[in-house]
């Protein structure tokens, strides 16, 4: 089945752009190909499903350390850091994967069907061999984009197949955590929605905490538990991966991303810069690093 959908992307690209990330017609589905080994790519990265077809990369948060490569599942349940980097690509064999947006309502409306037990609070990511059936429902949707007319009608009910696949197969304990409006996961992620949104301002951790329903100590808690970082840092990388985009993308300079993002220093802004992707400012379109959010 591996085999058959690869094929199946592989003649998807072709007719596109061949070493790009692209978002397909089908809303949530995004196809990665890459023909050499990446730089480093920095994000804070939405709950999403990774199918890896051909090649490998690897990716980190914090101290904890993934590979994974054709045939293999990368899960991650939470808005998290991550720093990742294709690792083996080449042009006769690129590296090609499939993202799938996880969407939290989905899962939380299957685990109701079914009367899945919300399960112990688990890590964030998580790498698995792809279960048949998930590839199974992917190949269905990559066929809908050889008749687009029947995207509109048939996507949804093939990403709610795909959803219940990831919940009762390896991944179920994962993205169950996705689907538990209660907990913790849930909790946090809304506080990280005003993270997102604001992070260019002032946000006293008692109005996240607030927003996520709990005491002050135990959003802390709770909220370096799920993402690695404090809510502090959380909004620092936030603010910095946006200012690198910024100058990269848009040309901005050093001084107008920094105030942009929120920083009133500009001497604070490279000195954090610096620290955090081990170049100062000026010297960003040379390091190779990549960066998305």
């Known amino acids: 089945m591996t085999d058959a959908l690869l094929q199946a992307v592989r003649g998807y690209v072709r007719k ?13 589905l995004t196809i990665l190909t890459a023909p050499e080994p990446s730089g480093l790519d920095y994000a804070i990265t939405r709950p999403l499903a990774c199918l890896v077809l051909q090649g490998s990369k690897q990716v980190m948060m914090g101290a904890d350390v993934f590979t994974f490569g054709a045939g293999d599942s990368l899960l991650i349940t939470a808005d998290v850091p991550t720093v990742s980097q294709i690792i083996q690509a080449t042009t006769e064999a690129p590296y090609i994967s499939l993202v799938i947006d996880l969407n939290p309502a989905l899962v939380t409306e299957l685990m109701e069907e079914i009367q899945s037990i919300p399960p112990p609070d688990s890590a964030p990511i998580k790498v698995e061999p792809t279960d ?96 690695s970082l404090t809510p ?29 993002v929120g920083y009133e220093s500009v001497s604070q802004f490279s000195r954090e810069y610096r620290r955090f992707f081990g170049l100062p400012p000026a010297k960003g379109k040379r390091s190779g690093i990549t960066l998305r959010e």
């Open 16 to 28: 596109s752009d061949p070493n790009s990330l692209a978002q397909t017609p089908i809303p949530g």
């Open 132 to 227: 048949v059936e998930v590839s199974e429902a992917v190949l269905r949707l990559m066929r809908l984009l050889d008749r687009p007319a029947s995207v509109t009608v048939l996507h949804a009910s093939l990403m709610r197949e795909l959803h219940y696949w990831l919940l009762a197969g390896r991944h179920g304990s994962a993205i169950s955590r996705l689907g538990w409006p209660e907990g913790h996961a849930q909790r946090i992620a809304r506080a990280v929605t005003v993270l997102r949104t604001g992070f260019n301002k002032p946000l006293p951790v008692e109005h996240l905490a607030s927003v996520a329903g709990m005491s002050p100590s135990s959003f802390h808690h709770h909220f370096r538990k799920q993402t």
């Open 232 to 260: 502090l840092q959380f909004q620092k990388q936030l603010r910095l991966i946006e200012a690198r985009r910024l100058m990269l993308g848009e040309g901005v300079s050093a001084s107008s991303a920094a105030f942009t």
